[in-house]
């Protein structure tokens, strides 16, 4: 088992920067996908970045304005969020899994996942 925690979410204005957090428990950090999520409303869940063993997949929107660094002596993977616009608005979500059953970019590859925290950024 493995849960997860979500921070750091809040009101940025576009072109700002937000780092939200996730807090991993459980099961051995280091050997999970740990991947983020955003959900905005009418919209379905999509993939944002994920990381396992230090290699990192990211969603074509974010490539090259949002990063996903990891502590693993902290079982924290962050979401560091640069560059933001209007349409990143949304709840984001940190999911885990041990082993993907589909693709790194489909949520129901993850088992695990955390409560999110909203990320609304103003024009």
């Known amino acids: 088992q493995v849960q997860l925690a979500e921070s750091g979410g809040g009101l940025v204005q576009a072109g700002g920067s937000l780092r939200v957090s996730c807090a991993a428990s459980g099961r051995t950090f280091s050997s999970n996908f740990m991947g983020w999520f955003r959900q905005a409303p009418g919209k379905e869940r999509e993939f944002v970045a994920a990381i396992r063993w230090s290699v990192t997949y990211y969603a074509d929107s974010v490539k090259g304005r949002f990063t996903i660094p990891s502590d693993n002596a902290k079982n924290t993977v962050y979401l560091q969020m640069n560059s933001l616009k209007p349409e990143d608005t949304a709840v984001y979500y940190c999911?885990?899994?041990?082993?993907?059953?589909?693709?790194?970019?489909?949520?129901?590859?993850?088992?695990?996942w955390g409560q999110g925290t909203q990320v609304t950024v103003s024009s």
């Open positions: 999911a885990a899994s041990p082993r993907l059953r589909a693709g790194v970019f489909e949520a129901a590859s993850y088992d695990y």
